[in-house]
């Protein structure tokens, strides 16, 4: 099996349907050993099942990112019950639902603050403080969106934090390159997750990405869950500061597929002109 003896950490997942339990579900049937972490008790009671799932009951702990005191404790409880890992995986961001709504020249500063926290020095504080855990042939993978490289209807502070991870991506992956550590992100597809549901109109960005990408679907939790586990895994041991786009291919459009055989042009969307 591809991950068999890879150890690592799994921040941020929410339930079932997030694209952490993919990458997790994908790491752990090629032979992983993860450890999960939960923000607070009400997450707790959602990671335990999950943790539980993949054998790995014994190794879910606390963290709330915004706490320093929790990631060094998270460190410490790591070192203790599996030592050495290969691999984390940072899946957390957060912005107030005042960041993802309204005029952009409207955001406070307080909210541009907690989502830049949250949402992008967490991936920095994290790795700093595991990385005396790291093995010499490790990987770091974190999660972002297309709102990160080009504007999106309603995704305003949350587009802002993503582009600035993309960047701390890369020059992580510069800075920790030369001790054997990858640094990458994937850019998935919207996909019905516990976070797509603070953006507005997100059923219509999920019919718009489906009919205007060139595969013409979404994207499953499942396909980006093994482009995790390949990142993860020996199998891109030459792959770093990366930004993997699994979304069908819609990153490569420039302009719709537009009909102009009638007297107005028409914009295809699934199958028939709208």
Not at 92 to 103: E, M, T
Not at 179 to 184: A, F, K, T
């Amino acid at each position: 099996m591809i991950m068999k003896g890879k150890k690592g950490v799994i921040l941020g997942v929410a339930n079932e349907k997030s694209i952490a339990y993919g990458i997790a579900k994908a790491c752990a049937e090629q032979g992983a050993t993860i450890a999960f972490t939960y923000l607070n008790d009400a997450l707790k009671k959602r990671v335990e099942p999950i943790a539980a799932e993949f054998g790995s009951s014994s190794l879910v702990y606390p963290c709330d990112v915004s706490k320093p005191e929790e990631i060094k404790t998270l460190k410490e409880s790591l070192e203790k019950d599996l030592g050495e890992i290969d691999f984390i995986v940072h899946s957390i961001a957060f912005a107030p639902k005042d960041g993802l709504s309204g005029r952009f020249h409207n955001i406070t500063k307080e909210a541009f603050d907690i989502a830049m926290d949250i949402s992008v020095f967490s991936l920095i504080e994290v790795t700093r403080e595991l990385k005396p855990l790291l093995s010499s042939n490790s990987s770091i993978l974190t999660l972002t969106y297309y709102g990160g490289a080009k504007y999106i209807p309603n995704y305003n502070l949350m587009g802002v934090a993503k582009a600035a991870l993309e960047m701390t991506t890369k020059y992580l992956a510069e800075d920790l390159g030369k001790e054997g550590i990858r640094v990458n992100a994937i850019s998935a597809g919207p996909i019905k997750t516990l976070a797509a549901a603070g953006i507005g109109d997100f059923r219509f960005m999920l019919k718009w990405n489906e009919a205007h990408s060139p595969l013409k679907k979404n994207v499953s939790i499942e396909e980006v869950g093994n482009s995790g586990m390949y990142l993860l895994s020996n199998l891109s041991s030459a792959v770093t500061g990366e930004i993997h786009y699994v979304d069908s291919g819609y990153n490569i459009m420039g302009m719709p597929a537009v009909d102009f055989s009638g007297e107005k042009p028409t914009i295809a969307w699934n199958g028939t002109d709208k």
